[in-house]
T-cell receptor, first 113, second 116 residues
Framework: KNQVEQSPQSLIILEGKNCTLQ??????????LRWYKQDTGRGPVSLTI?????NTKSNGRYTATLDADTKQSSLHITASQLSDSASYIC????????????FGTGTRLTVIP | GAGVSQSPSNKVTEKGKDVELRCDPI?????LYWYRQSLGQGLEFLIY????????KSGLPSDRFSAERTGGSVSTLTIQRTQQEDSAVYLC??????????????FGPGTRLTVL
């Protein structure tokens, strides 16, 4: 059973609009949660990393929120641009620190003019 | 270059052939990971190396898959007797320490493997 679920699977929005992507997880105990952006044909690039004590973190037009009590995170994209078209992957780590990273299957975002 | 590099970027091979995929991590990064990404699927962990410790091979799908990391730097993933289900993008990532400990992972561009 996938311990990290993302929604929606895909999303199409108009350039300039905002959007929010969701990530629910069951990983426990929990160490940190990451959001990655993966452009087509490229490797994932880190957007934010949050520990359980952080509930919001921004990186330019990207803002991630975390509710460790409900085990939910969201990634909000403001004033979308065509270059935001990519897959966004949520990753949750447990505190064993070894290789316990749990990857979501991603949300495919398409921004259209 | 400052990033993780992988080669080749694309590899087409015939079923039954062996392939080698290479990863050059960021200099000084002690942890190196290999993942497989199939179309529409999340990243699937294959193997990771951390410093001089024995690698964690728990994600390798069969004994046809193996990997080594020489001198704590370059890594090679070898797939023997390739099968069509091995077709995927193989991603390498490195980090300054274990990724679970809040260390950021830096990914390479991947190698797209197609087995005919």
């Amino acid at each position: 059973k996938n311990q990290v679920e993302q929604s929606p699977q895909s999303l199409i929005i108009l350039e300039g609009k905002n959007c929010t992507l969701q990530c629910n997880y069951t990983v426990s105990p929990f160490s940190n949660l990451r959001w990655y952006k993966q452009d087509t044909g490229r490797g994932p690039v880190s957007l934010t990393i949050m520990t359980f004590s952080e509930n919001t973190k921004s990186n330019g037009r990207y803002t991630a929120t975390l509710d460790a009590d409900t085990k939910q995170s969201s990634l909000h994209i403001t004033a979308s641009q065509l270059s935001d078209s990519a897959s966004y992957i949520c990753v949750v780590a447990d505190p064993s620190g070894a290789n316990n990273l749990f990857f979501g299957t991603g949300t495919r975002l398409t921004v259209i003019p | 270059g400052a990033g993780v590099s992988q080669s080749p970027s694309n590899k087409v091979t015939e079923k039954g052939k062996d392939v080698e995929l290479r990863c050059d991590p960021i200099s000084g990064h002690t942890a190196l990971y290999w993942y497989r990404q199939s179309l529409g699927q999340g990243l699937e962990f294959l193997i990771y190396f951390q410093g001089n410790s024995a690698p964690d091979k728990s994600g390798l799908p069969s004994d046809r898959f193996s990997a080594e990391r020489t001198g704590g730097s370059v890594s090679t993933l070898t797939i023997q007797r390739t099968q069509q289900e091995d077709s995927a993008v193989y991603l390498c990532a490195s980090s300054p320490g274990l990724a679970g400990f809040y260390n950021e992972q830096f990914f390479g561009p991947g190698t797209r493997l197609t087995v005919l």
